[in-house]
């Protein structure tokens, strides 16, 4: 099923996506490799852009300097509170055996 509008704008919104860094057509395939999923497709898109920003470096030119790795460290914390929404909300199964419990020996030749 397609992301709706109001749908693509929230996931832009999400991920801080203010100068369109991916288009519809992408946050829609993220969409679909994310099986579906709003939260699965927001931590794609999250690592997406930190692959990108993991390619910039910092520089010093005179007295003047840019730290770029800083929105690598940035996006690795938004990237984190993600994960933590989305762990939280799956259900946990619990296995539990049913019947009796098994009768053991009070000594091994008994």
């Known amino acids: 099923m397609p992301l709706s509008s109001d ?10 996506d203010t100068n369109n860094a991916f288009s519809n057509a992408e946050l829609q395939r993220l969409y679909e490799r994310a099986s579906e999923s709003y939260e699965g497709t927001v931590l794609l898109a999250i690592d997406q852009l930190l692959m990108n ?3 910039l470096a910092d520089f010093t030119s005179g007295e003047s300097s840019e730290r770029r790795s800083q929105i690598f460290d940035q996006l690795t914390k938004v ?12 259900q946990k199964v619990v296995f539990a055996r049913l019947g009796t419990p098994n009768k053991r020996k009070s000594s091994p030749n008994a």
Do not use: C, M, P, V
């Open 79 to 90: 990237r984190a509170l993600w994960a933590g929404r989305t762990s939280s909300k799956k």
């Open 7 to 16: 749908q693509l704008t929230d996931i832009r919104a999400d991920i801080g």
């Open 53 to 55: 920003a993991s390619k």
